[in-house]
C-alpha cells in the first residue's frame, strides 16, 4: 500500500506540475540551464521587437491626425503593441541575459552590465514616448549586445 501511495503522489505532482508549465506563458526563457536557446538569435529577436516598435510609432502618429472612432481604436492598438514589443525586450534582457549569460566573474561584468541595463532603460523610454530618437539609440544599444553574443554556424 505504502508503494501505490507513492505511485499516486508522483502522478499527481506530475500532472499538477505540467498543469502549472503549460498555464505559464515563457518569454525569453525557462530559467533552466537547458543551453538550447541561441544567444544570438535571442538578440536578433529583441531587434526585431525594435523595428516592431518603430512601426507603431510612425502608425501611431499617422493615426493621430484623424479623430474617427476606427482611427482612435488603431491608435490604442499600436500603443499597446509598442508596449508589448518594449515589454519583450526588457524581460529578454532580465529574465535571460542578465540571469544566465551576464556573470559576475567575469572580467568585463561592470561593463556588461553597463550595456544590458543601458537596453532595459532605453525600451522603457520607448514605452513612455513616440520619439524615433528614442528608438534609433534603442537599436544601437542592442545591436551593441551582438559583440557578446555572435551568430555561430551550426
Known sequence: MKNYSRKIFRWVFLLSAGAFLFSQS?????????????????VLSMLEDVRTIEKSIRLIKELSSSNDPLSQNQRVRW????????QNIISAICDYFL?????PEADDYLKRLEKHHIVIIGAMKAKQNVDMQIVKKLKKDVEALLTYYPAHDH
Open 99 to 103: 540571469t544566465q549569460r551576464v556573470k
Open 79 to 86: 500603443v499597446m503593441n509598442k508596449e508589448e514589443h518594449a
Open 26 to 42: 515563457a518569454y525569453a526563457h525557462c530559467q533552466l540551464p537547458c543551453g538550447i536557446y541561441d544567444d544570438n538569435a535571442r
